[in-house]
């Protein structure tokens, strides 16, 4: 049967089970075939919205029958590309899928569909005094921040989507569901599948439903802005914290060019510089020591005025700056676009790293913020480009090409929390060697068709 | 090639290559085919003592070559058979691999040899004021630790291998070498290998090299030792100290069964009532408002008089009791074997699973303390046993079937820390049910010749 042929039988047939939750819209394919990144779209031949796992299941068990590739879809924010369909097939988007199944607050865990985003699951826990802590910046599904391995501003103490997936349900290629992990916190009891599909980035299986640890919101919260005269004093700054133990909740950096652009976009006039923005959570005095303990090493490397404040008005007008910050690099040149790329190196190396990125971008003539979680030596580079200039893009490709090499050669990774999906396949032979070919292996035992969202992760 | 023609020609290359560090001498051969449990030992036909990957690496392709199996091995600390050679084959004994590679004390990790043990890596740690975390009750191997997902008691605080484990070098069942994971704190680049193997028992290859996070010494340490009326006030103690969220670095708890024990093995007259012991890692003022919050919640729940002390001395004395637990419940009963089971709960299941599972003992008339690494919902039971006694053993046999089937019933698993090996891997389909497939078919693709440690995990 042909390609065509097979996908008009097997639209017929998703039809007469999902009515018109399928679609092949050129309008809705177009959507589902770009994401928040940078490449070029390429859309499904259709996209379907399944409610359940076991719609999933079927829909899984007619594309395996047709051949048909299968492309999970949350919300599109994802930045390499994973969403999109160089291979065709269907998109398969969760979002309806938006159930919170289960919270038990007395083992801080909740259960919840992959639809779900954070944003809603951290408003339906706010009246039980519970929170979800991770926060990539935007408002993802929970079953695309597993499939992506994604971060935020809280891991530096709270860790990824690593530490705080505890189980998974998830569709296999051939539509069997099977469950990973569980609820217990420890378990010594077989392979660990839950880590092997966090960050599979759909090319395994397609989660449909995750269990996710919890923490009880903190006695105190307080945050606090401190300006530097250098970018180094900046991230020697956070590489002491570090170091030393001390186990502050968010630490982020935004250079100067970022600083700018935040006061073009928001009409604000923070004083041009280097600025690290710092959370504590604890009790009381727990915060108040803990802000004095980075104070003091904030002073020792050229840190300014080091504001902080437990009022809860006054945090979020200090954070203002950092969570615009994406929105402001957009403002930074319009009609530009945006091209977010990020890495991650061990801390002792980060001073390093930044300095030389910095340099580079200058001499690449290139307009381009640094952003970093810099408490765990990840940082991003937001390009701001002008697509239809040429020379600029060649720019572009070849200082991302710098970057990781660098990134790598300080015993580093290619990706901090952004993921391989088209973008990064070219780096991950360079970052694993051989492993690669293990990765690969486990792709073919289990989808041996190639069918999970094909072309991602892997080159050929 | 027959088996034994086939044994004998890798052993001469094997001695060729060697030298020594090869033999098939029958005391050494039984020395390795067992372990701490309770498992009848099964010696393999020879056990090779290498110094390096690279010589893993060979003896790998020789034994892939003569379709020999390999058991890797540290120090035999494994406590469900893992160490066993069921079908024979070549026992690795890593125990030579003891060389610390490199510390890095500015990002907080160190890369390892397989064989340096938890105590080896502390004591050349110590003068730089840093230290690994994980304490299984043996001194393990990190390779072994990692094999088997090991704990311990700063889990609940610090996390288990699982959280631990940066990176490895393995060495697959063709003698291919592979690096898994890297020193960035967080990436998004590709499957995560690491996890995978960390808990695979030495079935999807051989650990050789670690790469693990270590933590800076704190400021200040306490420790508190507090009696309970009850068993259920003890545990429910626990499970609200970690509902709150307070930071306890270790919350063991042991019940009047293992007090007894203890007080007769070191002549020591603790009070006979199940007690708690917890410690406190951070800032002076941090561990001493930590053991207010601990010690009120307890007096709520029929604790007794809350000792604590940050004297070094005397926190040791304190704990004297719990590190004692192991050999002392061998003493309970001259002549007696130790089988020690383990399970795992969501918290909020935990004072229930352990009252059934005490009442249970007791109804079996089985001599077994309970020991639990609390905080994580984790308990272990310690049958003290004649191994002659047909009934006691049956009695045995179905006790620990209704312990493992009533923590799943509670949302657990059979093993929060011990791992499968011989012992569990009639648990693990009604632990993840389709999930064993999936383990399998990533047995298959990685070992399709069922080489490495078969026998282990997976029935058949």
Not at 397 to 421: K, M, P, Q
Request: proline share 4%; glycine share 12%; net charge negative.
């Amino acid at each position: 049967m042909a390609i065509g042929a097979s996908l008009a039988h097997t639209l017929a047939r998703l039809e007469a089970m999902l009515g018109d939750r399928v679609t092949a819209n050129s309008a809705v394919r177009e959507q589902h075939g770009r994401d928040e990144g940078y490449q070029p779209g390429q859309p499904p031949d259709a996209v379907v919205f399944p409610n359940s796992t076991e719609e999933v299941s079927a829909i899984a068990k007619l594309c395996s029958a047709a051949g048909l590739p299968m492309i999970p879809y949350g919300v599109g924010t994802s930045l390499e590309g994973q969403v999109m369909a160089p291979a065709g097939g269907l998109c398969i988007d969760l979002s309806r899928m938006r159930e919170i199944l289960q919270v038990n607050p007395r083992d801080l865990d909740c259960s919840a569909q992959a639809g779900v985003t954070r944003r809603q699951l951290n408003t339906h826990l706010r009246d039980q005094g519970l929170f979800f802590t991770v926060d990539p910046g935007a408002d993802a599904t929970l079953g695309g921040m597993a499939a992506t391995r994604a971060s935020g501003t809280n891991a530096v103490r709270y860790g990824t989507m690593r530490e705080n997936v505890l189980g998974l349900t998830v569709v296999l290629a051939d539509g069997r569901v099977i469950r990973t992990g569980g609820r217990a916190r420890k378990s010594a009891a077989g392979y660990d599948l839950t880590h092997l599909f966090i960050g599979s980035e759909g090319t395994l299986g397609i989660i449909t439903e995750l269990t996710v640890r919890l923490y009880g919101r903190l006695e105190a919260v307080s945050s606090a802005v401190c300006r530097f005269a250098t970018l180094d004093g900046a991230v020697d700054t956070a590489i002491e914290t570090i170091q030393l133990g001390i186990p502050v909740a968010r630490i982020e950096l935004l250079d100067e060019v970022q600083i700018d652009a935040v006061n073009r976009y928001s009409r604000l006039s923070n004083p041009v510089a280097p600025t690290l923005f710092l959370e504590f959570h604890g009790t009381t005095s727990a915060v108040r020591e803990q802000a004095e303990q980075v104070g003091s090493i904030a002073a020792e490397y050229g840190g300014g005025d080091f504001q902080w404040s437990q009022d809860e008005q006054q945090r979020q007008t200090l954070w203002r700056a950092r969570h615009d910050a994406a929105y402001a690099c957009k403002a930074l040149r319009p009609g530009g676009e945006i091209w977010p790329t990020d890495v991650c190196v061990p801390i002792s190396r980060l001073a390093e790293c930044i300095r030389e990125t910095r340099k580079d971008i200058d001499a690449s003539k290139l307009v381009a913020p640094i952003v970093g979680h810099v408490g765990d030596g990840n940082f991003h580079v937001i390009m701001v480009l002008d697509p239809g200039d040429r020379g600029e893009m060649d720019r572009a490709h070849a200082f991302n090409d710098r970057l990781i090499a660098r990134a790598l050669d300080l015993g580093g990774s290619c990706t901090g929390e952004h993921g391989v999906g088209l973008g990064k396949r070219d780096y991950l032979l360079a970052e694993h060697g051989g492993a690669v070919e293990v990765m690969a292996g486990i792709k073919r035992a289990l989808d041996p068709r190639n069918l999970m969202n094909p072309g991602k992760i892997f080159l050929a």
